[in-house]
């Protein structure tokens, strides 16, 4: 039945034999390549009729990131690459590197560690689940200060002209968190310094009231004192009148 197929559709295409019933006459086509790019023909000859069909298979291209990730010391960071248009990448390899050093290595569903550096051992993932829509990202856990750098995902087997993405690991001191911590001691400061001041304010503001209220006591005493003052007794001498 295959003996004039083209070796390059070999094991890669078959028929819906449910649906030949119902003149079902599609054909698919397994694990397309860029070469199955073209005009495909569909011929009946018991019923002389014929269709035909274009079949345009675009190339992917690795895509990274022009904009740099930075992650403070300690945190997890996510490397972004992905194929552009997407593309199942179950079955391709991927391979990460950092300056030339293998940081994660995916082949056919499974990732291959052996050849993996020490100072990434144990912290790197990529998103197996993602993969079938061409996400290629890599997980990195726990980063250290010896992380930054360029880090570069490849896809070799990748039947396009970018195979390559590119993505800038910057990583900053844990002591940027902690001047974070410490613009909000500050600001804890000013909040210390103005109940310092309201509570001056109160403070004289009482100190008006309790002299205002002992002035008005002593200008009482006094007017009970013109009011209570002695009568004149009887026995004055009276002033005679020339």
Not at 24 to 52: H, W
Not at 73 to 85: F, Y
Not at 93 to 121: A, P, S
Not at 150 to 176: A, D, M, Y
Request: net charge neutral; proline share 5%; glycine share 8%.
């Amino acid at each position: 039945m295959f003996d004039h197929q083209n070796p390059s559709y070999y094991l890669r295409t078959r028929l819906f034999m449910d649906g030949l019933m119902t003149g079902n006459v599609s054909m698919k086509i397994f694990k397309v390549k860029v070469s199955d790019t073209g005009r495909y023909q569909c011929a009946l000859p018991s019923l002389q009729k014929e269709a035909s069909i274009q079949l345009i298979v675009a190339q992917s291209d690795v895509i990274g990131s022009d904009k740099p990730v930075t992650v403070t010391v300690g945190d997890n960071a996510i490397l972004p690459c992905h194929l552009e248009p997407p593309s199942d990448m179950t079955t391709q390899t991927v391979e990460w590197t950092c300056d030339k050093t293998i940081v994660h290595v995916y082949r056919n569903r499974k990732d291959y560690l052996d050849l993996q550096d020490e100072n990434f051992r144990g912290r790197t993932s990529v998103f197996h689940e993602e993969m079938i829509r061409g996400n290629i990202s890599l997980k990195l856990t726990n980063v250290t200060e010896l992380d930054a750098g360029s880090f570069t995902c490849n896809v070799p087997k990748l039947q396009s002209q970018v195979r390559r993405g590119f993505i800038n690991l910057t990583v900053e001191p844990e002591e940027s968190r902690n001047k974070g911590g410490q613009t909000d001691d500050i600001g804890g400061g000013t909040g210390n310094n103005t109940g310092v001041i309201t509570g001056i304010a109160f403070g004289v503001i009482a100190g008006i009231v309790a002299l205002a209220v002992l002035w008005m006591k002593r200008r009482n005493r006094k007017g009970q004192e013109r009011e209570y003052l002695p009568p004149q007794s009887d026995n004055a001498k009276a002033i005679p009148l020339e």
